[in-house]
């Protein structure tokens, strides 16, 4: 009777470690799969609108915006230098965090970070909202924002800044991904030159799939005036959507930042 009292006893331990472990790999699921709850709708969604230079050598304004549907909290802004483990520069440190006020939806925010010893020139910079991820966002891919290396320096209040539109455009040969493509400069001060690209989208899959993806350099571009070119993706353009973008890489700093895409959509096409 006693070995089978003990391999009673034994049964009886293995299975009460067995619902200890799974109520406790359920419990762990169950925590998990509350942190990945997508935001809601009614959300904010903090961006990084612009990165600009002050006059003076050492300050950098920096300008936030909630562009969501719900306020957002205060929270913290990070701006760093790319500048990295260069051991000529005058100090060590490469990151500057302001503290941002709670933002009601639609609303922004602006503050001048002095960098010194630094100056403008240790670029390129990068500014983060929402640096330790505090803020529950509509979207949180959104937060940094890039300045490169090829700024422009400081703008006087007088400036007069150039404004990429893609102002029309056409697909002229569906069968071998042919468009014709017109970008305008609206603002008042010329644009350097700038770069295009056009994606191709995979039937059905919109801003999920590409299909081919072409990038086009574009010349520089008087005020007012604007400059018409054919490009070819080499790929049908037939019962989808086609999507540009004028500076892509940002080499042009612009009046409005906002404004420098254009959706098309193909039919069916028939020779």
């Not at 959300?43 to 306020?71: C, H, M, W, Y």
């Not at 051991?87 to 010194?116: M, N, Y």
């Not at 008042?188 to 700038?194: E, M």
Request: net charge neutral; hydrophobic share 40%; glycine share 6%.
């Amino acid at each position: 009777m006693k070995p089978t009292m003990v391999r009673h006893n034994a049964i009886l331990s293995m299975f009460a470690a067995l619902t200890i472990i799974t109520f406790a790999a359920t419990a762990i699921r169950s925590n998990s799969a509350s942190s990945l709850k997508p935001a809601p709708d009614n959300a904010p969604d903090l961006i990084v609108k612009e990165i600009a230079f002050e006059q003076s050598p050492s300050q950098i304004r920096v300008r936030v915006v909630n562009q969501g549907t719900a306020a957002a909290p205060e929270c913290y802004l990070a701006l760093q230098t790319g500048a990295g483990t260069d051991a000529s520069l005058a100090t060590k440190q490469r990151v500057w965090t302001i503290q941002v006020p709670a933002l009601e939806a639609g609303k922004g925010f602006s503050d001048v970070i002095d960098v010194a010893p630094l100056t403008q020139a240790n670029g390129p910079w990068s500014a983060t909202i929402d640096r330790s991820n505090t803020v529950a966002e509509s979207n949180e891919t959104n937060n940094t924002l890039r300045y490169t290396a090829g700024n422009p320096g400081p703008f006087p209040p007088n400036y007069r800044r150039p404004d990429l539109v893609i102002a029309q455009f056409e697909l002229t040969d569906p069968a071998n991904g042919l468009v014709m493509i017109e970008v305008a400069n609206k603002g008042d001060g010329k644009a350097g030159p700038s770069t295009l690209r056009l994606i191709v989208w995979e039937q059905g899959k919109f801003e999920q799939q590409e299909a081919k993806t072409v990038f086009v350099k574009v010349r520089a571009i008087d005020a007012g005036q604007s400059v018409k070119f054919p490009v070819r993706v080499a790929v049908p353009i037939i019962n989808t959507k086609y999507s540009m973008f004028i500076d892509i890489s940002h080499e042009v700093a612009e009046s409005n930042e906002d404004n420098n895409r254009a959706e098309g959509e193909a039919g069916n096409f028939k020779p």
